[in-house]
């Protein structure tokens, strides 16, 4: 049987979580803060954590940055009440799968499981595939000026390859074309960064 940790402050949370979980075939234990969740993490196997950014005593952030470099690759999903572009990438620069955001439903999180079990499940073609309708979706919002979509979209597939240098360009393009030069100044950087780093 699958075993699943989940880690949030809120109690109606951890139970909401635990509950589902536990009905799609998962053995749930919780955490309340983030020094109990590393106390777990690092004494036991799961199969998936769900981590909440904001904990008691050691952010949920320091957690996956700490179980990351220890070795620690379970597949961990954020839960957040405030989601960025910004807290995206950084979390999935950690290892992050994706994120959920609060507050949200029992089906809600049916469909991230079942979003996380296909990814696993995919053939490279299948994921070819997927990003290249992805992509389509992509070009569409530019030229529908829509680019609050195109940057939910290339979130998406940041998550998949987080050093893919020239999503960090259409990021750059997007903020830009909103008039948000901060934003578009530093996925620039970050495109840069990777750039130089393929080469």
Do not use: H, W
């Not at 139970?15 to 690092?42: C, H, Q």
């Not at 949920?60 to 807290?87: F, H, M, Q």
């Not at 990003?131 to 290339?154: G, H, M, P, W």
């Not at 840069?192 to 780093?197: G, Q, R, V």
Request: glycine fraction near 4%; proline fraction near 3%.
């Amino acid at each position: 049987m699958k075993r699943a940790l989940v880690v949030d402050d809120t109690k109606n949370i951890r139970i909401l979580l635990e509950k589902t979980l536990e009905l799609e075939g998962f053995t749930v234990e919780t955490a309340s803060t983030g020094s109990e969740a590393l106390d777990k993490l690092r004494s036991q196997e799961y199969d998936l954590v769900f981590l909440d950014i904001k904990l008691p005593e050691v952010s949920g952030t320091e957690v996956l940055r700490k179980i990351r470099s220890e070795g620690n690759n379970t597949p961990v999903i954020i839960i957040t009440a405030y989601p960025t572009v910004k807290n995206a990438v950084d979390c999935i620069q950690l290892g992050a799968i994706t994120y959920l955001q609060k507050p949200f439903t029992a089906d809600r999180l049916k469909n991230t499981l079942k979003q996380f079990n296909l990814d696993i499940a995919s053939s490279p073609a299948q994921i070819q595939s997927e990003r290249s309708v992805i992509c389509e979706q992509v070009r569409t919002a530019f030229s529908d000026a829509n680019y609050e979509k195109a940057i939910e979209l290339i979130s998406s597939l940041l998550s998949a390859d987080p050093t893919e240098a020239r999503l960090y360009k259409l990021l750059a393009k997007a903020y830009k074309r909103m008039g948000d030069d901060a934003m578009a100044d530093k996925f620039a950087r970050t495109y840069c960064i990777f750039k130089d780093e393929e080469q």
